[in-house]
């Protein structure tokens, strides 16, 4: 009697065997672009490679992390060779690496801002900051924007203002948020500059209706990242920051996206804005995609500090060899100016794109930090997700790769690397145009 023949196996991919382990193997939770989604195998200064070859042009850069390139050989030759010297000790012994880039912080931050505590994330970056705020003022509350995106621990959700990330019982005790300053979709339904700035005025009106009268901090983002690159009027920090110091707190900037040269001219940007902030929290883009979170302040409010502190990876050797190395690159290759001039010209193109293509209805941010928000119409301003998907699908077959954001998922955001050439622009564009040329609603 023959034996049955087996059923001829399912051919699978690379791709397809990583995506089907993610499954099983990784939470649900642990989100991923395109339908399909993207295995990564290797990368090059401003090109990814998937596993089955395909190249493509990265103007999300790991979610503004890879700041000046990826495997940029001016950063990991030195990272290789501080892991063969010294990998790994903690916070408990110093070490030559920790304080040179503590020093080199101190050197480019603004005003006063010597004391930094190192971490391995931004959301510990923002724990940190909220953290010794309250310590140094006596004072237990926090305001906060709407839009905002503080990380993934609990406090951090607290603080965040979206509610995708706001499951799971978040106890948001001591946090109160204001409205934010999103002009595209005033929350009091006003028109700048005829508005005045109302958004600004409503944190006094929030600390005196819905805090104790006297805070420990006013945190913000300077360009709101997962909000969807939202981009304060100029003049909006400057009167918040007036009110943040009338009720006793301290101002807290978040430059975990907006820090290190993104937003062109500055390193930081709260200083697009002219204020000098208290604390100053940064991650991602600081290190070149190695994992560091950092709280910098004055020595007072460092000297406020009550009991002790350790982090068991934060200020490791070769995190920050890497840091140090890409600060002194964005210093040798002058990519504050690039960020600024290359990023009008994406600015300039993308003005374009709108022009040609109603789905986009609001263009905005600063630098290298530049998005686009889709729209069903203009007039009404619905929110267009369902699009916003096609164009970043479309835009991935094209080779090129974009991230995404905002409260209703219909923001393009966009943010290549510092070292980018207008070229590189111009293609990114093309490639953007022909990805909308394509959408079908």
Not at 60 to 85: M, Y
Not at 169 to 180: C, K, P, T
Not at 201 to 210: A, K, M, P, R, S
Not at 354 to 383: C, F
Request: proline share 5%.
């Amino acid at each position: 009697m023959s034996t049955p023949a087996k059923p001829a196996a399912t051919p699978t991919t690379r791709s397809g065997e990583v995506i089907q382990k993610h499954k099983q193997f990784l939470w649900p939770s642990v989100a991923n672009y395109y339908q399909k989604p993207l295995v990564a195998d290797r990368a090059q200064m401003q090109y990814v490679w998937d596993v089955e070859g395909r190249k493509y042009l990265d103007f999300f850069g790991g979610i503004l992390t890879v700041s000046v390139g990826h495997c940029n050989p001016k950063i990991t030759s030195k990272v290789k060779a501080q892991v063969d010297r010294l990998q790994h000790l903690s916070t408990l012994y110093p070490n030559e690496q920790i304080v040179a880039l503590a020093e080199k912080i101190a050197q480019i931050t603004p005003g006063t801002l010597q004391k930094s505590f190192f971490t391995s994330s931004g959301t510990e970056a923002d724990e940190a900051a909220i953290l010794i705020a309250r310590m140094a003022t006596g004072s237990y509350d926090v305001v906060a924007l709407r839009n905002a995106y503080s990380g993934g621990s609990q406090l951090a959700r607290s603080v965040t203002a979206q509610a995708p990330y706001r499951k799971a019982g978040v106890i948001g005790v001591g946090i109160a948020h204001a409205v934010s300053p999103y002009c595209y979709r005033c929350p009091l339904h006003l028109t700048y500059p005829d508005c005045e700035v109302a958004c600004a005025n409503d944190v006094e009106n929030l600390i005196q209706t819905g805090t104790s009268g006297s805070i420990a901090a006013f945190i913000a983002e300077p360009i709101q990242g997962a909000g969807g690159f939202i981009t304060p009027p100029k003049e909006y920090f400057k009167i918040v920051f007036k009110i943040v110091k009338k009720y006793g707190g301290l101002f807290i900037s978040d430059e975990v996206q907006t820090g290190w040269g993104r937003t062109g001219k500055k390193w930081f940007g709260i200083e697009q804005w002219e204020v000098t902030p208290d604390i100053l929290t940064g991650a991602k883009g600081l290190a070149n995609g190695a994992p560091i979170g950092l709280t910098v302040t004055t020595p007072e409010i460092a000297d406020s500090y009550q009991g002790l502190g350790i982090s068991t990876f934060g200020g490791n050797p070769v995190t920050c060899v890497a840091a140090r190395a890409t600060i002194e690159l964005i210093e040798e290759e002058k990519l504050l100016e690039n960020a600024h001039t290359v990023g009008a010209r994406l600015r300039e193109k993308l003005e374009e794109l709108k022009s040609k293509y109603p789905l986009i209805g609001d263009v905005r941010g600063m630098g290298l930090m530049q998005a686009l928000e889709l729209v069903k119409d203009r007039g009404t301003k619905e929110p267009a997700p369902e699009a916003t998907l096609q164009v970043m699908e479309r835009a991935r077959d094209n080779g090129l790769l974009i991230g995404k954001g905002g409260l209703f998922g219909n923001v393009i955001r966009l943010a290549p690397m510092l070292n980018i050439s207008k070229s590189d622009v111009d293609e990114g564009v093309r490639l953007l145009d022909k990805a909308f040329s394509e959408v079908r609603v």
